[in-house]
């Protein structure tokens, strides 16, 4: 089931959108992925809405980071 919604943007993306020469039925289910993507965070993460504490479990589990900064990590993990 689709929804007909409208909305406005900026004059220049609305002009990149239409010259990527799709129809309109086809530019709908363009949109709805590029809305998918943003929402379901596909291929983008804002980092500043993380929480400090789930960065930092996650830096503990990489390879490239240093063993002591590792332990630093836990031990504000465990404050």
Same mark, same amino acid.
């Given at each position: ?21 799709i129809?309109?039925? +086809? +530019? ?24 400090t ?27």
């Open positions: 089931m689709n929804t007909v919604i409208s909305f406005s943007c900026p004059t220049h993306l609305a002009m990149r959108l239409n010259e990527q020469k129809g309109s039925r +086809k +530019k709908s289910e363009w949109i709805t992925d590029a809305i998918r993507t943003k929402l379901d965070g596909d291929d983008y993460i804002d980092i500043t809405k993380l929480d504490s789930y960065i930092f479990a996650h830096l503990t589990r990489r390879e490239d980071v240093d063993d002591h900064l590792k332990e630093e990590l836990m031990r504000r993990l465990n404050q």
